[in-house]
């Protein structure tokens, strides 16, 4: 528990360098594009209405699911995975990417898990005011039922935190891991109930779908802007979840503060 616990405190000791880190990268990443940072939401949606019309248009003819549009039912699971996919990703290589960076700056590399998270949170948050406004033009408010969106944010922000902490550390040992998280990540795509409803399914085929973490934050947003359910329906895919991510946590806590002085030797 003390790993865990050390690399919490050195999260919020330097809560202010992850913003400013992450402030830094946005601007230098878009410093010679003409639409600047206007390109995080423009890729997005663009992504977006792709997905819509192969999958909305063209498989499903746009029939709705439970008399909901599937334009505005894909919408309430793809901002959050849009989100989600590459903080995953880039929050895995975060450390690999920055390590010359800490050598010259000497902050604990617990942080840069952290910086690419925060990045990709701030374009979620514009993106759900987009996602609101389609909502609201389709008849759809969410309600009473946002009061449980910051626990969603949490879930999301917690378990992230959790698997890239673990995964940027494995990056760094074993430059292979980030092929393999690529492709693994394409695969979690397409096996979770993002594009596609799995009510249909066999009761045992939904459970199996329940033992992947993104089910739950994907659903639990789908929920909360749906007004499909409340976060405490469903207490054992709850327990499941946190029970996950606070192991995840553990260990990538434990094997990143056993490596971290040897990261340089491995590069």
Not at 10 to 30: G, P, T
Not at 139 to 154: A, D, E, N, R, T
Request: proline share 4%; net charge positive; hydrophobic share 55%.
């Amino acid at each position: 528990m003390r790993f865990v616990l050390q690399v919490l405190k050195e999260l919020i000791q330097n809560f202010h360098l992850v913003f400013s880190l992450a402030s830094y990268d946005i601007k230098s990443k878009y410093r010679m594009h003409n639409l600047g940072i206007i390109w995080e939401i423009i890729t997005p949606i663009l992504k977006i209405m792709v997905f819509w019309f192969v999958f909305g248009i063209g498989i499903r003819q746009g029939a709705p699911i439970n008399d909901i549009p599937y334009f505005v039912w894909l919408m309430a699971g793809l901002i959050p995975w849009l989100f989600i996919n590459p903080a995953v990703i880039q929050g895995c290589n975060s450390v690999y990417a920055k390590v010359n960076l800490v050598s010259k700056m000497k902050f604990p590399t617990s942080v840069l898990p952290g910086v690419s998270i925060i990045n990709h949170f701030r374009n979620f948050l514009i993106m759900l005011v987009v996602l609101l406004v389609i909502l609201l033009a389709n008849g759809f408010s969410p309600g009473i039922y946002l009061l449980q969106l910051p626990y969603y944010m949490l879930c999301a922000l917690a378990f992230l935190f959790s698997f890239t902490l673990l995964g940027s550390t494995i990056s760094i040992i074993f430059r292979d891991f980030q092929f393999i998280l690529q492709n693994a990540m394409r695969l979690i795509f397409f096996i979770t109930p993002i594009f596609w409803d799995q009510s249909h399914l066999p009761h045992f085929y939904q459970v199996l779908l329940k033992l992947n973490p993104f089910t739950y934050l994907i659903e639990g947003f789908r929920f909360t802007f749906l007004r499909q359910g409340w976060f405490y329906t469903d207490k054992l895919f709850g327990l499941y979840f946190w029970s996950t991510t606070l192991l995840i946590l553990f260990i990538g806590s434990f094997i990143h503060l056993k490596f971290r002085s040897k990261f340089i030797d491995y590069l």
